[in-house]
């Protein structure tokens, strides 16, 4: 299971190439900040017509990264 949190933002933290969507489309006023995205790569370790064989124990790899380009510049 995966499960991620953040704390509440104490002060808005958005350029204004990337304001926050309750400005842009509503009326919220609230702090926010941008969240990066995680991205997954998995690695099944499938044979090449991608099957594994039946009754053994297979072995996922799964690796988090995110964009490096989506580092927030202050």
């Known amino acids: 299971m995966w499960q991620y949190s953040s704390?509440?933002?104490?002060k808005n933290d958005t350029s204004?190439?990337?304001p926050c969507i309750g400005e842009t489309v509503g009326?919220?006023?609230a702090a926010c900040r941008p969240e990066?995205?995680?991205?997954?790569?998995?690695?099944?370790?499938?044979a090449?017509?991608?099957t594994?064989?039946?009754?053994?124990?297979?072995?996922?790899?799964?690796v988090a990264?995110?964009?490096a380009s989506a580092t927030i510049r202050r």
Not at 7 to 10: D, L, P, S
Not at 36 to 46: A, N, S, T, V
Request: charged share 20%; aromatic share 10%.
């Open 52 to 62: 594994a064989e039946a009754g053994q124990v297979h072995e996922i790899t799964v």
């Open 27 to 29: 009326s919220n006023q």
């Open 36 to 46: 990066p995205l995680i991205f997954l790569r998995y690695d099944f370790g499938l």
């Open 7 to 10: 704390a509440t933002a104490a």
């Open 16 to 18: 204004t190439l990337s």
């Open 48 to 50: 090449l017509d991608k």
């Open 65 to 67: 990264y995110r964009n």
